[in-house]
């Protein structure tokens, strides 16, 4: 008899199509959310990490041609109003408020240099904002993929008990399909969270990096107009 119940359970098709061909409909609909999360997940990975090693390589190329000796204004006519670098933008904006700042006999409006910190801080809000902006989805991702596969494994074992009752026979040959196909779920669930939670620590750590730089450029560049105003 066992060995009748081993032959059956061989001859069983345990790939991941056919566990999901044999699951429920709700099964099938959370394995489904959790491929498409785990694509969504990846997607934003690649782009995240795309994005900020373009950023750190700018912010590398701005800040040598920043200290090269070049004066300023000549560099702000090279980078412009609106540029496109992270850095860059930075720089634009308080180099905006501070020729604004100019009167037209040649002086300096009272308060410039607050208003040039003010400037680039919100510049740097407005960076830090974009680079931050999906790590949340990883986040969510993260956090909730687990459970929803979770969910998925309740209902198919839920699922199989009953059809182990209905048809009165607890064999292996007509429970491992059942179980298989519930904890199925559970296994794209961690598929889904693992990479999500684990990249999202990384680049959450590589924008406060990126930040980080941003604002120490930011003071460096503020104590140089502030020198400026004071000779």
Do not use: C
Not at 49 to 68: C, M, N, P
Not at 101 to 125: L, N
Not at 174 to 195: D, H, K, R, S, Y
Request: hydrophobic share 50%; glycine share 8%; proline share 2%.
């Amino acid at each position: 008899m066992e060995q009748e119940t081993l032959a059956m359970a061989q001859e069983i098709d345990f790939s991941m199509w056919a566990l999901f061909a044999r699951a429920t409909l709700v099964n099938k609909i959370v394995m489904v959310m959790l491929v498409l999360a785990s694509f969504w997940t990846w997607s934003i990975i690649i782009q995240k990490t795309i994005l900020y090693r373009k950023a750190k390589a700018e912010a590398e190329t701005f800040d040598a041609q920043f200290w090269s000796g070049e004066p300023l204004d000549e560099l702000f006519e090279q980078t412009g109003t609106d540029p496109e670098g992270q850095s860059q933008r930075v720089f634009a904006s308080g180099m905006t408020e501070w020729r604004r700042s100019h009167r037209g006999d040649g002086g300096m409006i009272a308060g410039a240099t607050s208003r040039i910190d003010r400037s680039m801080d919100v510049a740097i809000a407005k960076e830090s904002e974009g680079l931050q902006s999906q790590l949340s989805i990883l986040a969510t991702v993260g956090s909730t993929a687990p459970f929803i596969g979770l969910f998925g494994t309740v209902w198919g074992i839920m699922h199989s008990f009953i059809g182990i009752a209905e048809a009165g026979n607890t064999n292996l040959a007509v429970v491992a399909p059942g179980i298989a196909e519930a904890l199925l779920a559970t296994a794209l669930g961690l598929m889904a969270a693992i990479p999500a939670v684990v990249f999202y620590n990384k680049l959450s750590a590589d924008v406060d990096r990126l930040v980080a730089g941003y604002e120490a450029f930011a003071d460096e560049f503020a104590t140089i107009l502030s020198r400026q105003l004071d000779s």
